[in-house]
Structures are given as C-alpha cells and as structure tokens.
C-alpha cells in the first residue's frame, strides 16, 4: 500500500481522495454561503446585481417610490377639502332654507316600535326593562352617563373636536404600549420611505411612540388648535390639518429619497407637520400673540417672532444633519400652513359658494 505525505501527516490514496472531496465541498459550501450572505446584504442595502432574476422581482417590489405617495397626497387631500366644501355647502344652505326638522313626542313617525308587536311580547319587554332600570348598577352608570353627557355637552364646538383628536392620538400612543402590536404598529402607523406603503402619511400623523413625543404634540394642538378651529370653522380646519400633515409627510419622504442614502434613512411619525402648520396659522391670523418655546420656557415671544425662529432652527437642522427631529416634514408643515392661511382660504370660500 502506497503512503502519501500531506505536510507532515502521511495517510493512504483513499483517505487522500476523500479529504479532497470534503474540502472541494467545503470550498463550495462556503462559497455558496458567502454569496446568499451578500445578497442579503444586497436586497437590504439596494445594491444592484444585474444576473439574479429574483433581485429583479424583488426590487420590483420594494423599491421606494417618489411618485406614489405624492399622488396618495394629492388624492387624499384633495378628497378631504372635496368632502370639507360639499359639508360647509350644506349646511349654509340648510340655515338658508331652515331645513332643520325638529321632532316632538306627539310625531306620528315617533312612536315606539313594541306598539306594533303582541301585547304579551310587549309585556315581556317592558317587564326586562323594568328589571334593569331598577337594577343598582344601571342606576349608578345611568347617573355616570348622564353627567358625562352633560359635561360633553356644555363644550364648544371647537374643544369636542379637540379633544376627539387628541383621544385618537392617545389611543394609539396606548397600543404602542402594549408590546405585542409593536410588529403592527411599525408595520401601518410608522412612515417608512423603504416600505413602499403610502397610506402610512395618514395613519403616522396619530402616531406617537415615546411620552415625551406625545405629550408635547398634544399640548401644541390644545394650545393652537382650538384658535385655528375658530378661524377655518370644523370643516376647513380637519381638511386643514390632516392635508397639512400628509404634506408634511411627503414632503420628508420626497427628500429623504433626494438627499440621503438609502441606509440613512430614518422612519417617521408623530402630528408635528400638522401642528407646525397649525401654529403658522396662528402667526399670520394673530402674529400678536405670545407663546412659551421649549428652549425658553420662562420667556413669552410673540408669534410672528418665534415662527421665524423656529423655521431657521429647522432649516439648521437640515443644513447640520441633525436627525433627532424630522426637520423636513417641520419646515414642510410650516410653510404649508402659510401658504394655504395666506391664499387657500379664500379659495375655499370660493368653492363653497360655487356649490
């Protein structure tokens, strides 16, 4: 039996053949592993690979969009300030025509509807109704109910639609509490320029992930929504602010997609376009009054001092690279809510009247 030397092991043709069968398989393996590690790290970082028909499918799929969610802006607002025009429409010839029907217990139409049932089908319901109105826990919740009516009805109009956004907010503020819809809650109520979903310009305006966030967003729109409510009416002012917070929001992902590399980008939400957008309202409407900035908290400054303060602390932002806040969608929310305070108001009047 003939011996091979192999460095300083000696061992026999058999054993040779096989070790180099295994290292041509282990050259293989590794190799093959080795380019399904880069494409993954190709897919991730969009690096293009020209001969993989499935990175072709799949860039189809994922690759960011421009034009996408600029055209989901443009629907979607023009269909609020659409819907906001036909609703002001409406109403004003309602009081025109004093069209309001207004309905008394003595109404032909306002009958209860065991009247026509059987009398011992009507005995039988009026008897379980009985039972739980004298029951101690409807009375105690009758009672709750009746003062929380009260209550929510002896606010304006403005502060019930406030306060309607500001619990649409919380409410999702509470499902990011909750750990096991933290896969759902990144997936449709967080805007990422990498997902290829549009509707999230809407969804990631209620959006708050962190407290601080949070409650710093819902104090602005306590503070300012309530005046730029009494300076549009409900309908302009909800067009207002959601078309001025997906605006926000695409302007952030036009530029993201612009200005920065795909393994740069961060996500985005929160209300801070909108509300931006708000407080630009207030400075032209009222550039008199005064608020209180997070960086002087003790100091009041009159608003048509601090929004161009606030814009040229964006605008540094952008020009810095600072990503702590999404300056674009900040800076984006503001000049929006100029330009359509400025202009588009009056426009809105225009097609309300045309209607």
């Known amino acids: 039996m003939r011996l091979f030397r192999v460095g300083e092991i000696t061992c026999s ?101 065991v009247t026509y049932r059987e009398p011992w089908v009507k005995g039988i319901f009026h008897r379980l109704i009985q039972k739980i109105e004298d029951s101690k826990l409807y009375k105690n919740l009758h009672g709750d109910w009746k003062f929380m009516t009260k209550q929510w009805n002896s606010l304006s109009d403005s502060t019930k ?9 919380t409410i999702i503020y509470g499902m990011w509490q909750f750990h096991p819809l933290r896969v759902v809650m990144n997936n449709y109520f967080v805007h990422n320029p990498l997902s290829g979903r549009s509707f999230t310009l809407l969804t990631s305006m209620f959006s708050h992930e962190v407290f601080w966030h949070y409650s710093f967003n819902m104090l602005a729109l306590y503070s300012f929504g309530d005046l730029v409510y009494r300076i ?10 959601l078309s001025s917070g997906m605006v926000a929001s695409c302007i952030s992902h036009v530029a993201s997609l612009s200005f920065k590399r795909y393994g740069t980008i961060m996500p985005s939400l929160g209300a801070s376009g909108a509300i931006f957008a708000c407080i630009a309202a207030c400075a032209i409407k009222h550039p008199d009054s005064s608020i209180y900035l997070i960086f002087l908290p003790f100091f009041p400054i009159k608003i048509g001092y601090a929004l161009p303060a606030i814009m040229a602390f964006d605008l540094w932002g952008i020009i810095s690279g600072m990503t702590m806040f999404d300056h674009f969608a900040h800076l984006a929310g503001t000049i929006s809510g100029l330009i359509y305070t400025k202009f588009g108001q009056e426009l809105y009047w225009k097609a309300v009247k045309q209607i």
């Open 13 to 113: 043709p058999h054993f040779l053949s096989s070790y180099r069968r295994l290292s041509n398989f282990n050259s293989q393996y590794r190799s093959t592993f080795s380019s399904i590690r880069n494409y993954a790290l190709d897919t991730r970082q969009y690096v293009s690979y020209n001969n993989s028909l499935l990175h072709k499918t799949y860039r189809k799929r994922v690759t960011p969009s421009i034009w996408k969610p600029v055209l989901f802006t443009l629907i979607a607002s023009g269909s609020t300030f659409a819907i906001a025009t036909t609703i002001s429409a409406e109403k004003i010839k309602a009081r025109r025509k004093n069209m309001y029907r207004f309905y008394n217990d003595n109404d032909q139409n306002a009958g209860d509807i």
């Open 161 to 169: 639609t406030i306060a309607i956004l500001i619990g649409i907010n």
């Open 232 to 241: 549009f009416g409900r309908e302009q002012f909800l067009a207002f602010y």
